[in-house]
């Protein structure tokens, strides 16, 4: 933990976070951290499975037969929903020790590699997936599949700097 | 199992393991991500089974997902191997690993089970209710397996 850190305003934010009522009861319960912590693990395996499942297909390594649309459809609600469930259990398991999280090289690149995912994630939403070629042929374009390699190794990369939090704690 | 254990942990093979501090951590990644295959295969099926995702029919998203599960399971056993020799006592002689052998076990036998149930059942679309909780159950099973895992690192002796 850099010792700067703590003196400003952030420091003071994450030191009202672990003080919460919260974050005292996960952090002295012998059961809510590692429970949390599963709930935790389940949901980002949902996570990447479920966006897995797409960008193989834009990729066309799977599912290549079925139209990109009804897959999307079918699966991207169950990627959001386990998301929200991966960052409501990394919030709480967070502020149990938010000082000492926020201070960590990992936890930091982790954080790093969500954001480049959800800007990936919006640049194919917003502007790849509306090209009206995909439509006509149901393939994506060059940089379509460009975003789904993307988004692969985001993911990838996002759990091996999870886990690598772990190791690079002190236990609290 | 504790004199096993202990003796696996002197081998060459465990000592290799041990020295590299990244290899740990790259194997539970591998781990990791074999747990999503598998789990986010049998919640697909599950989807399925239970009419929420319906748009195939159960055999083609069988198809589409078992072997994922199976190549799912050969990398979990692999890498949890390795990371075994590289820490025997922290695993063997661990209740938590021996309860999540046994369910794995389980899992297996269920996952064989209901692959060959489903030659019988074809691309008929209506589902039984047998098939139903099995596939919920069988994606509850996982997330036991899982908990018992994370377990494992709780549950080391002082």
Redesign the interface.
């Known amino acids: 933990m850099a010792a700067g850190a703590n003196s400003d305003w952030i420091g003071a934010i994450l030191r009202w976070l672990e003080g919460t009522e919260a974050a005292v009861y996960v952090a002295q319960s012998d059961w809510a951290?590692?429970?949390i912590?599963?709930i935790h693990?389940?949901a980002?395996?949902?996570v990447?499975?479920?966006i897995?499942?797409v960008d193989l297909r834009i990729l066309e390594w799977?599912?290549a037969a079925?139209p990109y649309r009804?897959i999307a459809a079918?699966v991207l609600p169950?990627t959001w929903a386990t998301f929200c469930l991966a960052v409501l259990t990394g919030g709480l398991l967070f502020i149990s020790q938010a000082s000492e999280y926020f201070g960590n090289t990992a936890f930091r690149i982790k954080l790093i590699l969500l954001m480049l995912a959800g800007i990936n994630m919006m640049t194919f939403e917003f502007v790849i997936a509306r090209d009206p070629a995909w439509d006509r042929d149901d393939r994506a374009s060059l940089l379509g599949k460009i975003a789904a390699a993307i988004s692969l190794t985001l993911w990838?990369s996002v759990?091996?700097f999870g886990?690598?939090i772990?190791?690079t704690m002190a236990p609290g | 199992m504790a004199g096993f254990a202990e003796w696996l942990s002197a081998t060459p093979l465990s000592i290799a393991i041990q020295k590299y501090e990244w290899l740990t951590p790259l194997l539970q990644t591998i781990h990791i991500l074999a747990i999503a295959m598998v789990l986010s295969s049998a919640f697909m099926i599950g989807l399925r089974a239970l009419g929420i995702m319906a748009s195939q029919s159960i055999a083609a998203v069988a198809h589409r997902f078992v072997p994922w599960i199976w190549t799912g399971l050969a990398l979990l056993a692999c890498s949890g191997i390795v990371l075994i020799i590289g820490e025997p006592q922290r695993a063997l002689v661990n209740p938590a690993f021996q309860i999540k052998m046994l369910l794995v076990l389980v899992a297996g036998a269920l996952t064989y089970g209901f692959q060959f149930s489903l030659r019988t059942v074809g691309e008929q679309r209506k589902i039984g209710l047998m098939t139903m909780g099995f596939a919920a159950g069988f994606f509850l099973l996982w997330c036991a397996i899982a908990f018992a895992g994370r377990l494992i690192a709780y549950t080391q002796p002082a």
């Open positions: 951290f590692p429970i912590e599963t693990v389940i980002i395996a949902l990447i499975g479920t897995s499942v799977a599912s079925r009804q079918e169950w990838i759990v091996f886990r690598r772990g190791f």
